[in-house]
């Protein structure tokens, strides 16, 4: 039972353009979400985050938008970089839970 | 800055060895955790420790099991290793809730024969 999915494997956006990546969840007692992103052989890093108290957070080029109601939350990057080609994973949590729910993960490819 | 170390990039086992990953964090965090990284399935959390000398399973942990001995390092243990178990293996730490985001090891990339 995925509670948490990205449901396009891949996405190729063309650089200074924006990328958008997406992120459904099932579970409506999450209410802590962040974005990772890896690179090749290397543990993902913390990119962004969002409580569900907002509905929007950004950080420089990185914003993130949460829905709620439809469940879903997305990451916005503008503009695209060649160094923002890496696979982004979107993960969630609950309140005094310290388990994170990981989706399957999107891989950006940022083309010149 | 948080650092995760984990003690190898790259290993290959046989099948029906005991395996020992070893993971060491330098931040004094209560919380650390073991995922597996799969092609199309995420990560996927095997164990995880909220104190020295206590343990949670996660999604999958049948087939593994860890230690936590002192609060520094975190072990996975694969007890008989299959050809399954071969996959990417994270490593990651955090403080206690509401203290901020885990943080991951470089991971060690596990191949079993």
């Known amino acids: 039972d995925q509670q948490v999915k990205q449901n396009s494997p891949s996405l190729s956006v063309q650089e200074g353009r924006i990328s958008i990546l997406n992120c459904d969840y099932t579970?409506?007692?999450?209410?802590?979400f962040l974005w990772y992103k890896k690179y090749p052989a290397e543990g993902p890093t913390f990119l962004i985050s969002?409580?569900?108290?907002?509905d929007k957070n950004e950080d420089g080029r990185f914003t993130v938008f949460l829905n709620k109601s439809a469940k879903h939350l997305s990451l916005h990057i503008v503009p695209s970089q060649p160094g923002d080609s890496a696979v982004y994973f979107c993960?969630?949590?609950?309140?005094?839970?310290?388990?994170?729910?990981f989706g399957q993960g999107t891989r950006l490819t940022i083309n010149p | 800055d948080v650092k995760v170390t984990q003690s190898s990039r790259y290993l290959v086992k046989r099948t029906g060895e005991k395996v020992f990953l070893e993971c060491v964090q330098d931040?004094?965090?209560?919380?650390m955790f073991w995922y597996r990284q799969d092609p199309g399935l995420g990560l996927r959390l095997i164990y995880f420790?909220?104190?020295?000398?206590?343990?949670e399973k996660g999604d999958i942990p049948e087939g593994y099991s860890v230690s936590r001995e002192k609060k520094e390092r975190f072990s996975l243990i694969l007890e008989s290793a299959s050809t399954n178990q071969t996959s990417m293996y994270l490593c990651?730490?955090?403080?206690?809730?509401?203290?901020?985001?885990?943080?991951f090891g470089d991971g060690t990339r596990l191949s079993i024969l």
């Open positions: 990651a730490s955090s403080g206690r809730t509401d203290s901020g985001p885990q943080h």
């Open positions: 579970n409506s007692m999450f209410d802590y």
């Open positions: 969002i409580s569900s108290i907002k």
């Open positions: 993960a969630a949590s609950y309140q005094g839970a310290q388990k994170l729910v």
């Open positions: 931040m004094d965090h209560e919380n």
């Open positions: 420790s909220y104190d020295v000398k206590m343990k």
